[in-house]
Nanobody
Framework: VQVTESGGGSVQAGGSLRLSCAAS????????MGWFRQAPGKERELVSS???????IYTDSVKERFIVSKDIATNTLYLQMNSLQSEDTAMYYC??????????????????????WGQGTQVTVSS
């Protein structure tokens, strides 16, 4: 599975960005997909995930500000980021699970649960 992120950039605090992730092999339809981020000196953390059944999870710090969605027709995952804060500055990665999970099975919450990764897209928020 090939994964390619885009949409990062520099924005002032309070602004918005939308990240996109193009995935091959119908990954968007079949697998959990996640957005992770990693700031300098910090561990990679899950920002949000979405299952094949559109069940979503958000880390507490982005709830009510970020929205994850997907377009099955174009095999694209999105992350709409609103009210951006300086703490959101990080490299953002798109990741694809490699298990076809049942509806009751949650998406992995850690990076080790995802097999395929993009190269990342930088998001910088200035205050």
């Amino acid at each position: 599975v090939q994964v390619t992120e885009s949409g990062g950039g520099s924005v002032q605090a309070g602004g918005s960005l939308r990240l996109s992730c193009a995935a091959s092999d119908y990954a968007v339809s079949n697998f959990c997909m996640g957005w992770f981020r990693q700031a300098p000196g910090k561990e990679r953390e899950l920002v949000s995930s979405i299952s094949r059944y559109n069940q979503t999870i958000y880390t507490d710090s982005v709830k009510e500000r970020f929205i994850v969605s997907k377009d099955i027709a174009t095999n694209t995952l999105y992350l709409q980021m609103n009210s951006l804060q300086s703490e959101d500055t990080a490299m953002y990665y798109c990741a694809v699970d490699h298990h076809t999970r049942a509806r009751w099975s949650a998406c992995p919450g850690v990076s080790s649960g995802y097999r395929y990764w993009g190269q990342g897209t930088q998001v910088t928020v200035s205050s």
